[in-house]
């Protein structure tokens, strides 16, 4: 049994519509069981495909890796502060800063930036999940 992880996420398999590379937000739907976001604030978000989850579900079955909660690296677009409220932007795989946090659903919700981003680029900061 193991108490404490390299990692920092726990991961559940999910059967992706198309391959997605680790940071890439992800929500329910598509041909398969998760599908690449493309809309601002979507409420069908599944998480974030993880780089190297400490503990991982479904382990034996095909599909990619999901991180559901903890630490990832995330692919963002925009400015963001640390602690900013992450929701889907509509830039495939993107999350951005919600501009009302106090307004956004528990189902809108990518993660917490962990990290500030100061440029309106794409980029990858860690976010908590």
Do not use: W
Not at 18 to 27: I, M, Q, R, S
Not at 52 to 73: F, K, Q
Not at 116 to 129: C, F, L, M, P, R
Request: a negative charge; hydrophobic letters at 35%; proline letters at 5%.
């Amino acid at each position: 049994t193991a108490t404490s992880a390299q990692y920092a996420d726990l991961a559940e398999k999910y059967i992706p519509d198309a391959d997605y590379d680790p940071g890439t937000v992800l929500e329910f739907g598509g041909d398969k069981e998760v599908t690449l976001t493309t809309e601002a604030n979507s409420t069908r978000i599944a998480g974030v495909v993880s780089t190297n989850p400490a503990y991982l579900m479904n382990s034996e079955s095909t599909g990619v890796e999901v991180a559901l909660r903890g630490r990832v690296p995330c692919k963002v677009i925009g400015t963001i502060q640390k602690g900013d409220v992450l929701i889907a932007s509509d830039v495939p795989g993107c999350a951005m800063a919600s501009p009302s946090p106090h307004t956004v659903s528990a189902s809108q919700i990518v993660g917490k930036a962990l990290e500030s981003k100061t440029n309106d680029a794409e980029g990858i900061i860690e976010v908590v999940i």
